[in-house]
């Protein structure tokens, strides 16, 4: 009897081991501060370790780069199962709900401040924006200033940047503190982050307006997207990102993202 018992003890132990952990699949881009990196020093690591502490999980990361066809080649492909920042009204994904509204801010060196898209002094000044493709019409804030006449004085720089440094996107923000541009036009969390780090101190102003008739939105609510068919994880991120807002937004501060 004393056997059997020490035998069933043994097999209960090796049953438990052989059971493996459970494991937070994050899609994620491995050159894209301050979202992510593959040193895990982006906010969206950090925030994907407090979610997988509260899951009693550990992270596994599928590395992609975010570019068109992203979700497409990760989540949507079975290789990972959540993917930590998209606007939260994304068509590709099932969204939780938000845990941060975000704006595009004007980033400007002292001496001149901009606060909304009307401003005249935009006409006067060297502008630079973001460009997704090889036109200013697929960027919203290029957009707005063609509608208003201000395109002679716009420079592009590519939202994807040179992908063989550190940070890609940052570059607008460098060419303020360079002086090459005056102002730019930036994604609040990036322009946050990126302008800590500059030689010189940066102004950071939340774009006016909001949304710019007749609809193109200058705010979006950030959340963490799943699969559309993927309703119970869905479910226990809300839960998890309810109880650790707090957290969340004192990372969010760290990383310096302005939220509206």
């Not at 992510?36 to 979610?51: I, K, M, T, Y």
């Not at 595009?104 to 606060?115: D, E, M, N, S």
């Not at 950030?222 to 993927?230: A, C, F, K, L, N």
């Amino acid at each position: 009897m004393k056997t059997l018992l020490i035998v069933l003890v043994l097999l209960a132990g090796l049953l438990a081991a052989s059971v493996p952990g459970r494991v937070l699949r994050v899609c994620s881009d491995p050159n894209n501060l301050p979202f992510s990196n593959q040193r895990l020093e982006g906010f969206e690591n950090r925030l994907a370790e407090l979610v997988a502490r509260d899951m009693e999980a550990e992270v596994s990361y599928t590395w992609w780069a975010q570019r068109r066809g992203f979700l497409r080649g990760t989540l949507n492909a079975g290789e990972c199962d959540v993917v930590m920042g998209i606007p939260a009204s994304y068509e590709l994904a099932l969204a939780t709900r938000p845990y941060y509204r975000s704006s595009y801010v004007f980033v400007t060196r002292p001496g001149l401040t901009v606060r909304s898209f009307d401003d005249p002094v935009l006409r006067l000044v060297r502008v630079g924006v973001q460009l997704v493709g090889d036109d200013y019409a697929n960027a919203p804030p290029a957009h707005a200033l063609a509608a208003r006449g201000v395109v002679g004085n716009v420079h592009g720089y590519s939202v994807y940047g040179d992908y063989r440094r550190e940070s890609p996107p940052s570059t607008v923000v460098e060419a303020v503190a360079r002086g090459e541009v005056d102002v730019a036009v930036v994604w609040g969390p990036l322009a946050g982050w990126a302008a800590q780090r500059q030689p010189i101190p940066l102004e950071i102003v939340p774009v006016s307006p909001q949304i710019d008739l007749p609809f193109l939105p200058f705010v979006f609510d950030i959340s963490m997207g799943v699969r559309r068919s993927d309703t119970a994880l869905k479910e226990e991120l809300d839960a998890i990102l309810e109880r650790r807002q707090p957290e969340i937004d004192a990372l969010l501060d760290e990383y310096g993202v302005p939220r509206v």
